[in-house]
């Protein structure tokens, strides 16, 4: 019966708001875009827009590549070569594909050089690795957390940290996993496809669906009022649970033979005549989101009839952090995501939400 009960508990969830203007020297928009490092989904919502801008749409088709490598040990991470090849030379991304981060052994590989395992109790004992207790464990430890600076490791090859780390990946418990690869270079030398062609890489490219919705009714926004109004405009958490239904497509007309969802547009609202909706997904790096966010700011620089525009990004559910390095669970639903609204005037709203198995979004 306990276990009945925890299943039907309502999971906990922290969305946090706030709002600023883009031309703001304290403003933080391209910092917390830029250290939420794993990126799923990015989605844009332009009200009043029947055809995206030729900028905007070519920007939007042209946000890969990443890359695909089955089992690649994971020594293959912190050898030499591949440090100074490319975490050296840019921001190199890697996560590990088709993992459960509350049950497999998952490792990230953030930009800034710090290698982040996330590791059940058995297989962290077995690599003799200094970490920590993941502070989602509860009562019995059964996972821990191992953070490793490669710019520091290279430093010195013949150091006694290199060779036991080297040792652990490669003799004492060898690891293999299928990794998701992303390299944002400051040069044009080095590629990732010739460096891992032993291991039989893949070149992908992020699906993209763009589409245009008509009679959409949004909800009545004012800048100035993140906590809404009533009859007035409507709050930032109202909006946040709409964009949802929106992007996941749902009937939102409230009709009482709709068995399936039952939510309709908050108020009060308007109805636009066309709106265009726009999905990247894939392994979608910062540095292109921080792009297309500047993109979605000059959309305002000629008059439009559209007040506000939206651009949302959702984390891997299974990554091993959300931002920074901040430690991700999955829990329940795994959820590390962000919206910005950005009204016409250069102000926005930024939402940040996470699940249970979360600190608070910075």
Same mark, same amino acid.
């Given at each position: 019966?306990?276990?009945?009960?925890?299943?039907?508990?309502?999971?906990?969830?922290?969305?946090?708001?706030?709002?600023?203007?883009?031309?703001?020297?304290?403003?933080?928009?391209?910092?917390?875009?830029?250290?939420?490092?794993?990126?799923?989904?990015?989605?844009?919502?332009?009200?009043?827009? +029947?055809?995206? *801008?030729?900028?905007?749409?070519?920007?939007? $088709?042209? =946000?890969?590549?990443?890359?695909?490598?089955? @089992? #690649?040990?994971?020594?293959?991470?912190?050898?030499?070569?591949?440090?100074?090849?490319?975490?050296?030379?840019?921001?190199?991304?890697?996560?590990?594909?088709?993992?459960?981060?509350?049950?497999?052994?998952?490792?990230?590989?953030?930009?800034?050089?710090?290698?982040?395992?996330?590791?059940?109790?058995?297989?962290?004992?077995?690599?003799?690795?200094? +970490?920590?207790? *993941?502070?989602?464990?509860?009562?019995?430890? $059964?996972? =821990?957390?191992?953070?490793?600076?490669?710019? @520091? #490791?290279?430093?010195?090859?013949?150091?006694?940290?290199?060779?036991?780390?080297?040792?652990?990946?490669?003799?004492?418990?060898?690891?293999?996993?299928?990794?998701?690869?992303?390299?944002?270079?400051?040069g044009t030398e080095g590629s990732m496809m010739s460096y891992f062609s032993g291991y039989g890489i893949q070149e992908r490219q992020p699906k993209i669906a763009l589409s245009t919705t008509r009679d959409l009714r949004c909800p009545v926004l004012r800048s100035g009022l993140l906590e809404g109004e009533p009859e007035a405009a409507c709050s930032?958490?109202?909006?946040?649970?709409?964009?949802?239904?929106?992007?996941?497509?749902?009937?939102?007309?409230?009709?009482?033979?709709?068995?399936?969802?039952?939510?309709?547009?908050?108020?009060?609202?308007?109805?636009?005549?066309?709106?265009?909706?726009?999905?990247?997904?894939?392994?979608?790096?910062?540095?292109?989101?921080?792009?297309?966010?500047?993109?979605?700011?000059?959309?305002?620089?000629?008059?439009?009839?559209?007040?506000?525009?939206?651009?949302s990004v959702q984390g891997f559910a299974d990554s091993p952090v959300s931002w920074r390095e901040s430690e991700h669970g999955f829990q329940k639903g795994g959820e590390h995501l962000y919206n910005f609204v950005i009204f016409n005037n250069r102000d926005y709203w930024l939402q940040m939400a996470v699940g249970a198995n979360d600190d608070c979004?910075?």
């Amino acid at each position: 019966m306990a276990t009945l009960r925890r299943l039907r508990e309502v999971p906990r969830h922290l969305l946090v708001c706030e709002k600023s203007n883009f031309g703001h020297d304290k403003s933080r928009h391209r910092h917390l875009v830029e250290t939420h490092y794993y990126n799923y989904r990015v989605s844009f919502l332009i009200p009043e827009c +029947g055809i995206l *801008s030729k900028e905007l749409k070519d920007l939007v $088709m042209e =946000f890969g590549p990443y890359y695909f490598v089955k @089992d #690649l040990p994971l020594y293959e991470l912190i050898t030499h070569e591949f440090i100074n090849s490319f975490v050296k030379k840019g921001s190199c991304y890697a996560l590990t594909y088709n993992t459960n981060v509350d049950e497999d052994n998952t490792v990230a590989l953030l930009p800034n050089g710090k290698l982040i395992l996330s590791l059940d109790k058995d297989t962290y004992e077995e690599t003799g690795l200094q +970490g920590r207790p *993941s502070q989602y464990s509860g009562r019995k430890t $059964m996972r =821990f957390i191992v953070s490793i600076d490669l710019m @520091d #490791l290279s430093s010195n090859l013949d150091s006694k940290k290199y060779k036991r780390v080297s040792w652990a990946f490669k003799e004492k418990k060898p690891l293999k996993f299928d990794f998701l690869l992303a390299w944002h270079q400051t040069g044009t030398e080095g590629s990732m496809m010739s460096y891992f062609s032993g291991y039989g890489i893949q070149e992908r490219q992020p699906k993209i669906a763009l589409s245009t919705t008509r009679d959409l009714r949004c909800p009545v926004l004012r800048s100035g009022l993140l906590e809404g109004e009533p009859e007035a405009a409507c709050s930032a958490h109202e909006l946040f649970d709409w964009l949802g239904a929106v992007f996941g497509h749902t009937n939102l007309n409230n009709e009482p033979y709709n068995f399936v969802s039952t939510y309709c547009c908050p108020q009060p609202s308007a109805v636009v005549a066309q709106a265009s909706l726009g999905t990247i997904t894939g392994f979608i790096l910062p540095e292109r989101i921080c792009v297309l966010l500047e993109q979605l700011c000059r959309y305002f620089d000629e008059p439009k009839l559209a007040p506000w525009v939206t651009l949302s990004v959702q984390g891997f559910a299974d990554s091993p952090v959300s931002w920074r390095e901040s430690e991700h669970g999955f829990q329940k639903g795994g959820e590390h995501l962000y919206n910005f609204v950005i009204f016409n005037n250069r102000d926005y709203w930024l939402q940040m939400a996470v699940g249970a198995n979360d600190d608070c979004p910075p």
